[in-house]
């Protein structure tokens, strides 16, 4: 079996080389003939009503060319629990709140515009915290739900619970038990590239959105919802990608502002670009969902796990997108890191006139693993163990099956930890330094897929040409992992051509299959599961071809020589070694006869069998193509949120020495170690740059960012006050691949776009109570929090 | 919408002209970075923005006896001079640590202090240096110690014809040792959460005289004169130093604001006064 | 909206722009002459992302009011390949050793660390990190930049 040319290869990026000369096209780049330019205007209150708006003045100032209200608009519902208009119009219930949008000729004067339209409101009181909106006396965010029913409650009706067991047994049966609150607040997804969508209607009213979503498919879908309640039903939506500047997790839903560029380009019959600015970015994009967690875990004399038990408050916010929904994965860790057997979860979303959430890299895992992890370290104490041979002890195992039903197959955790120990030098090391310490957390992850919809397939289409280049057609979208360079590995690997002769398009629902969308860290898995299938049918029928046309045209060039030359003699040749397509291969462009791969006649360039395929002169002319859609056979979570929803899981284990400055309060990471369980690399350059910036992301998270709100006002909406780490900040990192390969991911590999991130901060954490004996539980982990705790201690 | 004039004179005299002409409606401008950004957050414009940049002469850091540096000298200028890292190793410090390269290169020292926030960061420096600023009007020179040319947040003394030129350092500065600490939370792009600049003297190992100066301390950069005076003829060792940390803090009057805490910034004072004399006495 | 005309030297052409005189360079780049390499990321000297190089130093285009380019010589990052469109090592760097991921950052890093190059060929790591402290990236945690910047320098050798 020879080695693999391409696949576990650190193949370059040439195939974005646009990226490097400022010719990639960007939706801040992307201009279309007649293009207006969109501006919102946002809510002065945090709960107020809207009295009355008056947009006189906006409409008179030139190169305006439509001005939007609530009452110019349908009143149709979006939004996942469809809690919310696109333009508010009688309530605004955060300062975020839509009240009007402006198209105009340059996004200059549309802000202009803006700033000339009139609201009266009259302030309603707010409620700015989970717990005070759930008591009974809490002003209601909403009075009724989306069919119009008057709500009693700030209590979002979403069945967030999930019970395997018995805990009151299981607590009377441990030997130690530990009990903890932790919290984690709202972050920025940062992403350089800030959103922005093109809304652009035909003749027809039908539709194309140059839009970044990562989810094209289920942007159609929603977007088809929008339209069946504003008229337009049956009308078609094509979604485009540009290339996208970033996404972790900002691009999963469809928002508001895409409804509104919808709206504008309807009113005006122009395509309509909206782009937020920086300030925009932090103030009116859903960020990371907060959480408040109270964990309580038990374990036997032996350190074994016996219940783990955790009610969870999550501040929803004024309207409800994604992070509503972080539960479904929150139950991950919480059932099934580690190997626990009574399991109890529970969740509760509440309204409240914050800012609302949606996905973030990690989309709740981050959260809950903070709470799991910070409660082992806990549980480890009051037990006697060391930490990290506490987790070892717990760890999962391949051939598993979790509480939730998860079916674990390969399974890396205890190398990752193993080796986190040794690269740390734990056990020789640990709690030695006065000030120094060392703490570690682990993560389970999705890795195969993640069926959070009903279908979690994804298509592909192969076609190759009679120059030997192929067109990949791809169903997934591109952040900037590097999926075209991986998925260009994964095809010339499965068909035997090279990298550089791949070209894919990504992003184009005109063009894609479906797909459920590049999240959960699922692309390579299902994309290159896709292509392998794809390819294997498009080799098959080049191999079905060659064996048709190898002997043509090899007699054929005899034929010609011997014109040429009559003394020329046709040699002998054995047309049995390709009479049949599985004695053929395809290596590095070439086909050839698998018994002599080196035939002077018979090892014949791929472009040459396909030109002879197509061009055939009398009928029966033949072209290569060939599509596949991966569905895996998983499941999704039932309504007691249980269910084998991947084909396989990712998991991984962050080890972290930090030095704490009693004085000054301030931790310095002194090494940190990222180990993950990969499955197979395919292609290591470009999975280290997942590592490291997963693990740096994480560090901010554990340390730095935090969206300071107060009284629901964004008060740090620039990166001037929102503290993302700039390059001066070193964190030295140290990443180790472990790769025991997953016999259902392409070439052994498994998804790793998350999971650096996961179990960063919980290990910062962890490390900074073992260096000065207190224990952080609100992150980030801020040197006030840590002289505060320092000066309580005393 | 913004609209403004933009005019960039080749001289001082030029610069007078065009603040008689427009008075209040003028801003000038330097580097542009807190003048254009105020711009786009505010989205308001003066009518006219008058550049300084064309004034080359204002752009030099010169030891002629005194210190001589240049309003229009900028931070990269202040960064790369081996005499400023060597003998104003706080104001070395100060300028290399705003912002950014990208910064650096166009922001001055003069556009600095004239910004007067409270957390500028080569104003503590200037201040334990006892700079002098030399301030040019139609009306004729004059110069101003620093420690009053602040008058209050984003003010100063400079009147609204007039322009700042210069700052002069006396020579006797060479005996001081000097630096500063901006306590942030990144390394890098942001404004400090409390700054300590300090210089001293030292006969030796007694301090003879010192310069305290604090930032984001008060509503303009002060000096905290009490913790000075208790330092003068006392050694250098750890509790002098903590005492003097202890008297700094209490003679600061810090705010809450997004980003730090009252009592933090306290608690920071008199931890860095202490570290930052260590630091100035190496240097001496 | 009062216009100006201004003439500089963009990526070794003398050109001249005619646009009103609020405009940055940023946005004579971008809309003038239609140069998109450089991006807006917050516009207010915060992110980097519009860096370019004018008069040899890096320089955030979106504080740069135009006026004050006359007479300068700028280089964007459409100007660093080389004339037959070979890459410059610098962008080389960057592809090879995945200090490119979604790409928004890219232009002002490269120009960033091409300003550093150019005046010192041969930089420490520390040299580096602090030539790009003013361009923030979410995608890489800046490891493989930094890595691409040594290997740009050691190609120049």
């Known amino acids: 079996m020879p080695d693999n040319l391409f696949v576990g290869k650190s193949v370059p990026r040439t195939i974005e080389a646009d990226k490097v000369t400022g010719n990639a096209v960007y939706i801040d780049d992307l201009k279309r003939p007649g293009m207006l330019y969109g501006k919102i205007l946002y809510s002065k209150y945090a709960h107020a009503k809207i009295k009355n708006i008056d947009t006189s003045k906006a409409e008179k100032l030139e190169g305006v060319r439509a001005v939007l209200t609530g009452q110019d608009i349908p009143d149709a519902r979006v939004g996942f629990l469809r809690d919310q208009t696109v333009l508010k119009k009688d309530v605004v219930r955060q300062f975020r709140d839509e009240v009007a949008a402006v198209a105009a000729i340059s996004p200059e004067i549309a802000e202009e515009a803006v700033s000339l339209i009139k609201v009266e409101y009259e302030k309603l009181p707010a409620v700015f915290d989970p717990f005070e909106a759930m008591k009974q006396e809490a002003p209601l965010v909403h009075e009724t739900d989306a069919r119009g029913r008057p709500l009693k409650s700030n209590i979002l009706p979403l069945p967030w619970k999930f019970e395997v067991g018995d805990i009151e047994q299981a607590r009377k049966d441990a030997a130690y038990v530990a009990k903890d609150t932790v919290s984690t607040t709202w972050v920025n997804q940062c992403c350089m590239g800030t959103s922005g969508c093109i809304a652009e209607f035909d003749q027809n009213n039908n539709l194309t959105m140059y839009d970044q979503t990562n989810v094209i498919f289920g942007h159609i879908g929603r977007i088809t919802e929008y339209f069946a309640q504003i008229g337009l039903a049956g009308k078609k939506i094509r979604v485009v990608n540009p290339v996208v500047g970033g996404s972790f997790g900002t691009k999963l839903d469809t928002d508001i502002y895409e409804f509104i560029a919808i709206q504008l380009a309807l009113k005006t019959r122009k395509p309509v670009k909206i782009l937020f600015d920086r300030e925009e970015e932090f103030r009116a994009l859903p960020p990371r969902q907060p959480a408040v967690f109270n964990i309580e875990q038990g374990c036997d004399k032996e350190g074994r796990l016996t219940f783990r038990n955790c009610e969870a408050v999550l501040d929803n916010g004024a309207y409800t997108s994604w992070g509503a929904t972080t539960p479904s994965v929150m139950i991950m860790p919480m059932s099934s890191l580690y190997r626990v057997p009574n399991v109890y979860f529970k969740a509760t979303c509440v309204y409240t006139n914050n800012i609302y959430a949606q996905a973030m890299r990690g989309y709740g895992n981050p959260q809950a693993t903070f709470a799991v992890e910070t409660s082992m370290d806990s549980l480890a104490e009051e037990a006697g163990i060391d930490p990290a041979e506490f987790r070892l002890i717990n760890r999962n195992r391949s051939g598993d099956e979790t509480p939730m039903k998860l079916k674990i197959t390969s399974c890396g955790l205890e190398e990752c930890i193993t080796t986190v120990k040794d690269r740390l030098q734990w056990d020789e090391k640990r709690g030695k330094k006065k000030g120094r310490g060392m703490g570690m957390a682990s993560l389970i992850h999705v890795a195969g897929g993640a069926r959070v919809t009903k279908s979690d397939g994804h298509g592909i289409m192969v076609k190759v040409d009679e120059y030997g280049h192929v067109d990949v057609i791809e169903s997934g979208t591109d952040q900037g992992q590097g999926s075209p360079t991986v998925i260009s590995q994964i095809v010339a690997e499965a068909l035997g051509v090279r990298p550089e002769d791949i070209f894919l398009t990504f992003g184009d629902t005109a063009l894609a299959l479906w797909d459920a969308g590049t999240h959960a860290s699922r692309h390579t898995f299902m994309a290159g599961n896709a292509a392998l299938i794809a390819c294997a049918k498009a080799k098959k029928q080049i191999l079905d071809m060659a064996v048709e046309l190898i002997p043509k045209i090899v007699k054929g060039g005899f034929k010609r020589k011997k014109r040429k030359d009559p003394e020329f003699v046709e040699p002998d040749l054995d047309y049995g070694l390709t009479a049949n397509a599985e004695d053929m291969d395809i290596r590095d462009r070439m086909v050839f006869p698998k018994k002599d791969p080196d035939h002077r006649y018979f090892k014949i360039p791929v472009a040459e069998i396909l030109r002879n395929g197509l061009h055939v002169g009398t009928g029966e002319s033949k072209v290569v193509a060939a599509e596949a859609f991966y569905d895996p056979p998983t499941e999704m979570l039932n309504r007691e949120m249980k269910g084998n929803l991947s084909m396989t899981y990712a998991f991984g284990t962050t080890g972290v020495e930090v030095e704490v400055d009693e004085q000054t309060g301030e931790v310095k990471i002194l090494k940190l170690v990222s180990a993950h369980d990969v499955g197979k690399a395919m292609n290591p350059t470009l999975l280290l740059g997942q590592i490291y910036g997963a693990a740096y992301t994480g560090v901010g998270y554990g340390l730095t960012e935090e969206i300071k709100v107060q009284n629901g006002r964004v008060m740090n909406p620039g990166f001037r006050d929102y503290q993302m780490l700039t390059a001066m900040d070193v964190v030295p990192i140290e990443p180790v691949v472990v790769e025991p390969g997953d016999e259902d991911g392409p070439y052994g590999a498994k998804g790793v776009g998350e999971p650096g991130l996961v179990p960063t901060a919980p290990a910062i954490a962890n490390a900074v109570y073992n260096a000065i004996g207190v224990r952080i539980t609100d992150l980030p982990i801020t040197p006030e929090k840590i002289l505060t705790a320092l000066k309580e201690r005393k | ?284 | 909206m009062k216009k100006v005309l201004v003439s500089f030297t963009l990526n070794g052409d003398p050109v001249t722009a005619d646009v009103p005189v609020t405009w940055t360079l940023l946005k004579t780049l971008r809309e003038y002459f239609e140069l998109t390499g450089a991006k807006e990321g917050c516009g207010v000297g915060e992110c980097g992302a519009c860096t370019v190089i004018m008069d040899g130093q890096a320089i955030n285009s979106c504080l740069c009011p135009i006026s004050e380019v006359e007479g300068k010589s700028v280089t964007t990052i459409e100007g660093i390949a080389h004339k037959d469109g070979s890459l410059h090592p610098i962008q080389k760097a960057f592809l090879e050793n995945n200090g490119v991921q979604c790409g928004f950052c890219t232009s002002g890093m490269i120009m960033s660390s091409k300003a550093l190059l150019d005046h010192n060929p041969d930089p420490t790591e520390d040299d580096i990190r602090k030539s790009i402290a003013g361009n923030f990236c979410r995608c890489t945690g800046y490891v493989q930049i930094v890595e691409s910047v040594e290997m740009a320098a050691k190609e120049g050798e």
């Open chain 2, 1 to 284: 919408m913004i609209d403004y004039d933009y005019r960039k004179p080749g001289n001082l005299e030029e610069v007078f002209n065009l603040l008689r002409e427009y008075g209040p409606k003028a801003t000038l401008v330097a580097g542009g970075t807190d003048v254009m950004v105020k711009i786009k957050n505010t989205k308001k414009a003066p009518e006219i923005l008058i550049s300084l940049r064309g004034l080359k002469e204002l752009c030099y850091i010169r030891k002629n006896g005194d210190y001589h540096i240049g309003a229009l000298t900028t931070h990269t200028m202040l960064e790369k001079s081996d005499l400023v890292q060597e003998e104003l190793t706080a104001l070395y410090e100060g300028a290399s640590r705003i912002g950014s390269v990208q910064i650096r290169n166009v922001a001055t020292i003069g556009g600095n202090i004239c910004n007067a926030a409270p957390s500028a960061d080569t104003a503590g420096p200037l201040l334990v240096l006892d700079a002098q600023v030399l301030i040019e009007g139609p009306e004729g020179k004059r110069r101003v110690p620093i420690t009053e040319f602040f008058t209050g947040t984003y003010k100063t003394v400079r009147k609204e014809d007039e322009v700042v030129t210069g700052l002069q350092i006396p020579v006797e500065m060479e005996q001081f040792g000097s630096a500063y600490w901006k306590q942030s939370r990144r390394k890098a792009m942001n404004l400090p959460i409390v700054g300590i600049a300090v210089s001293l003297r030292l006969d030796n190992k007694t301090i003879s005289e010192s310069r305290i100066a604090l930032t984001v301390a008060a509503p303009t950069p002060i000096r905290a004169y009490k913790a000075e005076e208790f330092l003068a003829g006392k050694p250098m060792d750890d509790e002098v130093l903590a005492e003097a940390g202890r008297i700094a803090a209490s003679e600061a009057s810090p705010r809450d604001s997004i980003r730090g805490k009252e009592w933090y910034r306290r608690d920071m004072i008199a931890v860095f006064v202490p570290r930052m004399a260590r630091l100035a006495a190496e240097r001496r």
